[in-house]
């Protein structure tokens, strides 16, 4: 007979005494209440699997409580033959057909985990048998982890010497296998693991201390092996490097768990309020997903004194409010880094009032213009080589649109250095703080032999018309020696000096590679090098791409009605309303509908990002005027 599970009262939770036995023995224990930190017991963290329920449990009672084929494997292997261990498993000691009670005890999550003597993080079988040599090795380096390089380029000779094994080593697979199990993924063991005074891991029938794994990984982490080397997946390290840190709101604890899985889309915010101070938001399953990501946005708007949020938002089908993420899914966002650099609104975060009433987000805000013209967006779905080709073409287009709605020329280098701080939104792939025009003025004649350099390569390969391409790689190329000219007046420098050699050295080769003769690949490799003169050390011939790749791939050049250009998202179509929201980092794309206003995404407007609207607007006596209200549906 199934378990009959007894209604809790408030404070308290059930424990499960799991009963020794041999491995062959079918699982038992005695499940009983107790006041909650009252009670001495391990918490058991685990993906719950296959939910089939297909395994069995017998209590004392006579009852049957059916569970995973994942939770029988951990309490398998976590019976002890000779006395019983007391354990807190949510599968089992919450009544997960009740709602009522699974809202009460998740809101006490947090204590519930805070309290146990320890966590067992089980993180499966060890099918293939590796996790004794991935502890082992993880041992060994955990205990001089101080002691091993951390800048050198790592290869097999330094490994050696360092007393690591090479990189092909069944070693360091063993590891990498470890740090992409799927128990890292699941939202829940955040938490659990957080907020653990003590935690042991459990792979198999090994396990370590956790500590001793989190030192190795912090180590992989801040050191070479991810900066210098692929011997260990960064996105494994900084998934599992989350659950070293203690502190943060919300917001942040959503920002680093955003590719985490959680089986009810609920639980993504569920299962982190156990690590926040504010308690504004309770647990109840009764709500659907879109009343509990609502209630989580509305809390970080007002928390955080910015709209930071609503960066986070994709175009959302109707049946869902335009401003309420589903966080998860997110892209790269313009406020994602440097987020001083963009403010255009300046203003005191008290004069921004914000207001949520069911579904519609009220905010104050002033209107930039309406889009007149739009660009093509990239093709996500495009191979590697198709994405270069397609970002050539790309920022073609956008030099078209811009000259001939302003009526100017490319060859005049204020126009290009609007289009080309627009095009890669104002930003670099460093998280400093540089101001964009000063990046955008020393990096321009880089940029227009880039330019060049990629025409040369279209041409070659006949990506693009010989005839019209040839014509803009001149205009590029001397717009290129132009720049340089007027820097050699300002400086005698050696670097300078070694910077004309090496330009003239990459006329030469952009002008073989023009030529009809078959391309040498030698004669390519000093182009590429000549170029990365320009570039610095440690960056490619792509780099401005890659710019473009971090901040613009999502989104799609537009010039607004009084000329302005922007980088605005996939979605907008000419009409649509770019607006500064009181309160926002950057400007946002708003799309007018008979109720109100639906949110498409976020954009870059060039000579709009650091409140120079507004303060126009204030000289002139003009911003009450100017503002308006827009309800977000």
């Known amino acids: 007979m199934d378990h009959r599970y007894k209604r809790l009262l408030p404070g308290t939770i059930r424990l499960l005494s799991l009963l020794p036995g041999q491995e062959c023995e079918p699982l038992s224990g005695r499940i009983f209440v107790a006041p909650v930190g009252e009670s001495s017991y391990e918490a058991l963290s685990y993906v719950w699997g296959n939910p089939s329920f297909d395994q069995e449990l017998k209590c004392e009672c006579g009852d049957v409580i059916k569970i995973t084929p994942s939770l029988a494997g951990a309490l398998i292997r976590l019976r002890n033959p000779r006395r019983a261990r007391t354990l807190w498993i949510d599968q089992i000691c919450i009544n997960q057909g009740d709602e009522k009670e699974r809202s009460s005890q998740v809101n006490m999550m947090g204590r519930i985990y805070e309290s146990a003597i320890r966590v067992v993080m089980w993180l499966g079988d060890d099918a293939a048998e ?40 069944s070693k360091w697979s063993s590891m990498r296998n470890l740090l992409s199990l799927p128990y890292w993924d699941r939202i829940w063991i955040v938490q659990e693991v957080v907020l653990a005074p003590d935690a042991i891991t459990c ?37 599992i490097g989350s659950l070293g840190l203690s502190q943060g709101s919300l917001w942040d604890w959503l920002i680093r768990t955003k590719n ?28 659907q997903p879109v009343e509990v990501f609502r209630d989580a946005a509305a809390l970080i708007l007002r928390g955080e004194g910015n709209l930071d949020v609503l960066s986070k938002v994709h175009f959302t089908p109707n049946d869902w409010p335009s401003w309420i993420p589903n966080w998860h899914d997110w892209d790269n966002t313009l406020t994602s880094k440097r987020t001083q650099v963009f403010q255009p ?78 095009f890669l939104c104002g930003i670099t792939s460093e998280a400093d703080a540089l ?28 990506y693009l018309n010989a005839q019209s391409a040839l014509g803009e790689y001149l205009i590029f190329s001397e717009i290129a020696f132009s720049a340089y000219q007027n820097a050699q007046k300002q400086s005698t420098s050696d670097t300078l000096k070694q910077h004309s050699n090496s330009l003239n050295e990459w006329r030469e080769w952009t002008e073989t590679i023009l030529s009809p003769h078959q391309l040498d690949e030698d004669v390519f490799e000093k182009a590429v090098n000549s170029l990365c003169v320009y570039m610095g050390s440690s960056t490619t011939p792509w780099g401005f791409q890659e710019q473009y790749w971090y901040s613009g791939r999502t989104k799609r050049f537009f010039i607004l009605e009084n000329g302005s250009f922007g980088m ?19 400007p946002y794309c708003l799309r007018q ?32 005027e100017a503002t308006q209200k827009f309800e977000l549906i």
């Open 345 to 422: 609104d300046t203003r005191p975060v008290t004069e921004k009032p914000i207001s949520v009433d069911g579904m519609v987000l009220s905010l104050a805000g002033v209107e930039l213009g309406l889009v007149q013209i739009i660009g093509q967006s990239l093709d996500l779905s495009q191979n590697e080589k198709e994405h270069r080709i397609n970002f050539i073409e790309r920022f073609k287009e956008a030099c078209s649109l811009a000259a001939i709605s302003s009526g100017r020329r490319l060859t005049d280098q204020s126009l290009l250095k609007e289009i080309i701080r627009t």
């Open 593 to 624: 509908t008979p109720t109100g206003y639906r949110l498409i995404g976020e954009c870059y407007v060039d000579q709009a990002m650091t409140g120079e609207t507004i303060e126009i607007l204030r000289k002139r006596w003009a911003l009450l």
């Open 260 to 287: 985490r899985k959680a089986t009810d889309e609920r639980d993504r915010i569920y299962g982190l309020l156990g690590l926040i101070e504010e308690k504004a938001l309770i647990v109840d399953y009764s709500k």
């Open 568 to 586: 605005g998202p996939i979605q907008m179509l000419k009409g649509d309303r770019v607006v500064i929201l009181f309160g926002g980092k950057v």
């Open 130 to 169: 590796e996790a004794q040599v991935a502890f082992n090795f993880i041992q060994e380096i955990a205990g001089r982890a101080d002691q091993i390089f951390d800048e050198t380029p790592v290869t097999d000779q330094v490994l050696l010497e360092n007393g690591l094994p090479e990189k092909q080593s």
């Open 435 to 462: 101001d964009c025009m000063t990046w955008v003025n020393e990096n321009f004649l880089v940029f227009a032999q880039y330019w060049a350099f990629c025409m040369c390569l279209c041409i070659r390969y006949g």
């Open 203 to 239: 792979w198999g029938r090994e396990e370590i201390p956790w500590k001793q794994l989190w030192t190795v990984v912090k180590w992989a982490y801040s050191g070479s092996l991810t900066k210098r080397s692929t011997i260990i997946d960064n996105g494994s390290l900084v998934k």
